[in-house]
């Protein structure tokens, strides 16, 4: 999970914001269950029908940034077995809420059998002072299953994990949505060399309302891939991450509410300037050093 070396707090406001674009369970179909074999790669152990992350400040939350998250995954070989045990990073003050979990399988006599995740199967661990994991097991798996799960994750940081389009397994369809305040910018950056299917950035004037301020808008960004081949390491590759298909947002700038706009990049000519100053004492001049 990435989190930027500076992690910014949201300031505390009254703020009213709506959901949307978030994928609800029972997904699933008859036919899904019927595939035993993903006809754009026979290799394949395992394939996402589709995934979705959609990410909006909560007002049922104090307003905090929350990212729903849903997944939809056909277990074609036992190899791919492992992909029911879902573990969630937790950073310091991030909350994980609403975990629900299905296992479909398909009955002698044609028809779709649901398994659910029991509460009391699902697990905390503490990692450090910093970090909390959540673990769960989807039950009854079986070559041929199809698992169905979805979460939501309350984070108070202004950091935004990448997206990952590519995985080892391959996708039928991914997308990413996003909700931010306007008084947030972000650099976005597509990595890898698949295309988007879809790239819709708009504005939203009217996302907000701010307490004693008024009306606020929101960036908003969606972005999606249609069948996204399994990620291939080759030798000699350094990382993996730099080359799979995926979105990064790093924070920019803040903008107060009062205007006050609070740079957090800068340029290469501040950044060589800024560490002459600051760690080598203007001393870079000197022969000697």
């Known amino acids: 999970m990435k989190f930027f070396t500076l992690l910014l707090l ?18 699933t179909t008859l036919a899904e269950l019927q595939m035993t074999i993903y006809d754009k790669d026979s290799t394949a152990t395992a394939v996402v029908l589709y995934e979705h992350a959609n990410e909006y400040p909560d007002r049922d939350n104090d307003e905090i940034p929350r990212t729903d998250y849903y997944y939809r995954i056909k277990i074609l070989d036992k190899a791919s077995f492992d992909l029911a045990d879902i573990t969630i990073n937790l950073y310091e003050k991030q909350k994980v809420k609403d975990i629900s979990a299905v ?113 606020g808008g929101c960036a908003t960004y969606s972005y999606g891939m249609n069948d996204i081949p399994a990620f291939k390491e080759e030798d000699y590759m350094l990382s993996k991450k730099n080359y799979i298909s995926k979105i990064s947002f790093d924070i920019k700038s803040i903008t107060s509410y009062r205007g006050v706009i609070d740079n957090l990049t800068t340029t290469w000519k501040q950044a060589d300037k800024s560490l002459k100053d600051r760690f080598f004492n203007n001393q870079t001049s000197k022969k000697l050093f």
């Open 10 to 27: 949201l300031s505390s406001t009254l703020i009213i914001a709506q959901k949307s674009k978030t994928t609800t369970m029972g997904k």
């Open 103 to 215: 296992t479909y399988n398909i009955t002698d006599n044609g028809t779709m059998n649901s398994t659910y995740l029991n509460g009391k199967d699902i697990f905390t661990t503490k990692e450090r002072d910093t970090w909390t994991v959540k673990n769960f097991t989807l039950p009854n798996i079986k070559e041929g299953s199809v698992i169905e799960y979805t979460y939501s994750v309350l984070s108070p940081y202004l950091s935004i994990n990448d997206w990952e389009f590519q995985s080892d397994i391959p996708k039928i369809k991914s997308e990413f949505d996003a909700s931010i305040l306007g008084n947030y910018q972000y650099n976005i950056k597509k990595a890898g060399y698949l295309q988007l299917d879809k790239d819709e950035p708009s504005v939203d004037k009217k996302c907000v309302y701010i307490d004693g301020i008024g009306e």
